[in-house]
């Protein structure tokens, strides 16, 4: 996870290093139920610029969506 939030940190336009450390979150979020709420707020802060840009793949969506709900 480090290494993919330090990848999009750098590159901060990309939206494959985004929607793939939004992956990462959700995995983790999976393993520390505890949290959930946190990675998903996190989730949706990453991904709301690309979100609002319609730029989103369809693996993106599908992270953005499950943040959100």
Do not use: H
């Amino acid at each position: 996870m480090r290494i993919r939030s330090a990848l999009s940190q750098q590159e901060r336009g990309r939206l494959d290093l985004a929607e793939e450390l939004a992956v990462t979150l959700y995995l983790l979020a999976q393993a520390k139920p505890g949290a959930v709420a946190d990675l998903k707020s996190e989730v949706v802060a990453l991904l709301a610029r690309f979100d609002q840009a319609d730029a989103l793949t369809t693996k993106g969506v599908g992270v953005v969506s499950w943040a959100r709900g």
